[in-house]
């Protein structure tokens, strides 16, 4: 149980915490079944431990464990994951629980203690699948975003939050998503005017929204901003509008997940 | 099969869609050593009145005997954990002893599941 297996399709890399030895082999095949192969832990306190070794993607959590529950260990988890976040190596693991529906269980409690989703038990099959695929459409979205805007970043913006207070990172946001469009079409009225004041407007403009793109992490945006002085002072102006329009794209991608995390900035 | 009410052999026709006679027989086994060793926790922890560890005996045997179709064990250990959760130990000493006898009821049962799959199938790996 060291090494992870990982599933040739998809590259997740799934650990089940849960006591019972019968309900955590049933788990193990059923997800065999499904075509991802995983490794066991019996207990949250095992289920952190392996967490340490193995990056893993997916946890199928137990609600009730011995040693630490899975409300624990989640909270330990997201504990963790938050000291880690300005980490280049900073990720969060998609937690699923899995329910025996009482009194003490409830997908409220789940969702209280950092976990995505939930399943109740016994596990079948179908049910079992879906929780997985969402979670990894959930994984895949959320790489896409991260090439969009460097999270290590955001992370370090969030840290500046002091406590009590509302943190600066959506007036950031805010601001650049203001400023930003409006620097790009300097940019672009400065190329297409073409006169002797052009060269140093662009450069003004396209070095402020270098700034303030890399401060948020917007890091394609950062590239295109340099590709385009590069043209300005090869005196091309004349290849400067499709990288105008290539930053004019990148940008409703960034304003996309900004908008995105200024949400999960106000929870 | 009066014997053992609410026993649902779909439950192990499940296990064996999922993972043959093998893993089936395999899984029997898993529930009985687990089960024999969390009733008597139950009881071990009940005559001790430690009613948290009552609950947490017998939350895990509601699950697994879920996934071998033993609905009456089930149900008696849903009921033993909501009233050890409630601090209410006044019937719990004869819904533990109902437990034991629901659980020598699916053990036969189960003893007989083995039965017909081992004539068809002996895993290579059952101790």
Known sequence: ?267 | MNEVPNFDHGAIARLQRLGGDAFTLKMIQLFLDYTRTKIEEARQAQADGNLLAVEHAVHPIKSSAGNVGASRLRDLATEIEALAQAKNNDRLPDLIQDLAKSFAAVSAELEKVRGSLSSVAMPPDSK
């Open chain 1, 1 to 267: 149980m060291n090494a992870a297996p990982v599933n040739a399709a998809t590259r997740a890399r799934i650990l089940v915490a849960e006591d019972s030895p019968l309900n955590l082999q049933v788990a193990l095949k059923q997800l065999e079944r499904l075509g991802f192969a995983a490794d066991g832990a019996t207990d949250g306190a095992q289920a952190l431990a392996a967490l340490q070794r193995v990056p893993y993607d997916i946890i199928l959590m137990d609600c009730q464990m011995p040693e630490l529950n899975g409300y624990e260990a989640t909270w330990q988890i997201r504990e963790r994951e938050r000291a880690q976040a300005a980490e280049p190596s900073a990720k969060r693991t998609y937690i699923i629980a899995m329910t025996a529906n009482t009194q003490t269980d409830s997908s409220q409690k789940c969702l209280e203690a950092g976990m995505d989703d939930y399943i109740s038990k016994p596990v079948e099959l179908p049910q079992l699948e879906a929780a997985l695929y969402r979670g990894l459409a959930e994984r895949a979205s959320t790489k896409g975003r991260e090439a969009v805007v460097d999270p290590v970043v955001i992370a370090g913006l969030r840290q500046l939050r002091m406590p009590g207070k509302p943190g600066p990172l959506n007036e950031l946001i805010d601001l650049y998503l203001q400023e930003a469009p409006r620097q790009l079409e300097q940019i672009a009225s400065a190329a297409s005017r073409n006169d002797e004041s052009s060269l140093a407007q662009i450069f003004r403009a396209s070095a402020a929204l270098k700034g303030s793109s890399s401060n948020l992490g917007a890091r394609n945006v950062a590239a295109l901003c340099d590709e385009m002085e590069q043209t300005v002072r090869n005196w091309s102006l004349a290849d400067l509008p499709p990288l105008i329009d290539r930053t004019r794209e990148e940008l409703n991608r960034v304003r996309s997940v900004l908008e995105q995390i200024k949400t999960e900035e106000k929870d």
